[in-house]
């Protein structure tokens, strides 16, 4: 049973520049939510996916957006970055109607 | 907003010393209450959780019990190893739904 999967692991930016980081879910899950870790901080929500909808989103700017796909899997986007976009970014799966989040590895991005 | 404050780390430890580390949070209705780890490297794995006042999860040693009355989630574990070595978020799910707020982190060491 493969568990939340994230890609890529890292990745390196310079500012202004645009960034897609990828996640599957858990098998049997249908909701998607993504975290942002600063280093040496606790997890920050950004926003949550649903049926293919935003359906929670976190005090992040526009320049963070997203997008799930029919089969589950969802993408996160950050336009115009910043220096203080470098992080770790976390995907977490659940099934709607259920408490628990399971999360993947996440993707180191450092933005130069 | 739902809030939640972590005993300030580092904690730093003999192996089998006995760990205690606190947990208290503020949320309005009846939040569900997740410890999750995080080794070096990695994304967070759940530890344990609790979805009502006096619930106690436990897993691997490990134990909180869900006190309302004092708003504390405190983790527990009799004797420690130090392959427990790693950082301990605590979280909770409030009433905004599919948001986890978590705290700011325990750095845990563990010698020999």
């Known amino acids: 049973d493969a568990g939340v999967t994230q890609s890529p692991t890292h990745l390196i930016k310079t500012r202004g520049q645009q960034v897609t980081l990828r996640c599957s879910p858990k098998?049997?899950?249908?909701?998607v939510s993504w975290y942002q870790q600063a280093l040496g901080q606790g997890p920050q929500f950004i926003f949550q996916?649903?049926?293919?909808?935003?359906?929670q989103r976190g005090n992040f700017p526009d320049r963070f957006s997203g997008h799930q796909f029919p089969n589950y899997s969802s993408e996160l986007n950050v336009n115009a970055l910043l220096l203080g976009d470098s992080a770790l970014y976390l995907c977490?799966?659940?099934?709607?109607?259920?408490?628990?989040?399971?999360f993947g590895p996440g993707t180191r991005l450092t933005v130069l | 907003g739902d809030s939640v404050t972590q005993m300030e780390g580092p904690v730093t430890l003999s192996e089998e010393a006995f760990l205690t580390i606190n947990c208290t949070y503020t949320?309005?209705?009846?939040?569900?209450l997740f410890w999750y780890v995080q080794y070096p490297g990695e994304g967070l794995q759940l530890l344990l959780k609790?979805?009502?006042?006096?619930d106690k999860g436990s897993n691997k040693g490990f134990e909180a019990t869900y006190r309302k009355e004092t708003t504390s989630f405190h983790l527990e574990k009799g004797s420690v190893q130090v392959s427990d070595s790693a950082v301990y978020f605590c979280?909770?799910?409030?009433?905004?739904?599919?948001?986890?707020?978590f705290g700011q982190g325990t750095i845990l060491t563990v010698h020999p």
């Open positions: 977490a799966s659940s099934l709607a109607g259920k408490d628990t989040q399971y």
């Open positions: 098998s049997g899950h249908d909701t």
């Open positions: 996916y649903y049926e293919e909808e935003e359906r």
């Open positions: 949320a309005t209705g009846y939040p569900s």
């Open positions: 609790a979805t009502k006042a006096d």
């Open positions: 979280a909770l799910l409030g009433t905004s739904y599919g948001k986890l707020t």
